[in-house]
């Protein structure tokens, strides 16, 4: 008997010297656009400089590293156990405000969707690391920007007020934000083709014209309309030095990539998920956070025979009831405008429900649009101007408020 005790009391001796088990990591995968800055941000992590110097130690990532879309990465965020009764003796600290601050995020990370449950439900809280190390903010917003390699759109908020989105260009990239009309309203616009492929194609004189060029200005002018009226609005397809351009014929080139910085693929099948993939995780984010108005726009440029002009028309998927409103908005923007430009001109463009990929594989209410005939001469001056561009652009937005 008393050998039994001596062994019991030997046990319990060396189970004091272990130390208590230290609390793991939340982890979380990249989406596509997420650079390092982008997903502390999402997490309300990105104003202290310890957040980000431990996100980098626990990844075994070197400052400045890009993410790979779907990789799990660990964020400064420990997971305690909640005894049921204070937050304080659950994370063994004294103090009453970093309590009550734990308190805050975990209910704010509850609201933005990213918990499923009330710590008090599933009994494990939240524990930034900031909170219990570095708890005083040092990282100025300003300087909170993605660079261009990870794919984001890149908004310098500087001292005057304006806003700097490089991807439209040095003419263009300084946006003043008129007025938050669009504001919690999200949109994806997406210009078809680019990368390997370039779409439709035609020769004018000695110039080669090609549809995603062309697809993708409008798109640029599109969403530079948007950000201006407070929108959250993504460019899916990428070009990282192609702004907007005011030039007649623009050059053709591959060099696009889709939202995340991937390269576009090759097969005809494999691109069109790629885009849609991005936007169904996109979508699936912002509808985790409770955005209800989300909508996107697939602009194209036809190609048919040089005698057949067309006007702008509008597809949306036979089961889309709201990418149905969408188009006939846009389309009766488009009529009502040209109509005041040219009154003695009529117009024919057309709304007609198609089964095509990105309305039928994406989840967000859409509408799809051809810009014109890019081998007819009165479409190729609608398509070509700068000035014309711009006004599709202008009228496409009225219709999509």
Known sequence: MARLLTLLLMMLLLGAHHPPKEPAYYQTKALPGDGVYSMLRRYSLDRNSCNIAKFYALNDLKAGASLKVGGTYSLPILLYSFDGKTIRSSVNIKDWKTAKDIETYNDLMLKDGYRKESFKVDKQLWVPYHLLNCPDEDVQKSKLDETASNGEVNLAVEPSGNRRFPI???????????DN??????YYIESGHGGPDPGAMAQVGKHTVCEDEYAYDVALRVVRKLIEHGAT?????????????????????SDEVVWGNESIFRGHKPRLFQRSDVINTLFEKHKKQGVENQKLIVIHVDSRGKGQQTDLFFYYHPEDKQGKILAKTMHESMETNYRKVNKKRGYN???????????????VPAAYIELGNIRHP??????????NRQLIAEWLFDGMK
């Open 181 to 186: 009309s669009l504001a919690g309203k999200v």
């Open 349 to 363: 463009g057309t709304v007609t429900a198609r089964d095509l990929h990105m309305l039928r594989e994406t989840k």
């Open 233 to 253: 609005a993504y460019m899916i397809t990428r070009d990282p030095n192609d702004g907007i351009r005011d030039a007649e014929y623009l050059i053709c080139d």
């Open 168 to 178: 439209f260009g040095k003419k263009y990239e300084h946006v003043p934000l008129k």
């Open 378 to 387: 009165t479409d190729q001056k609608r398509i070509f101007l700068a000035s």
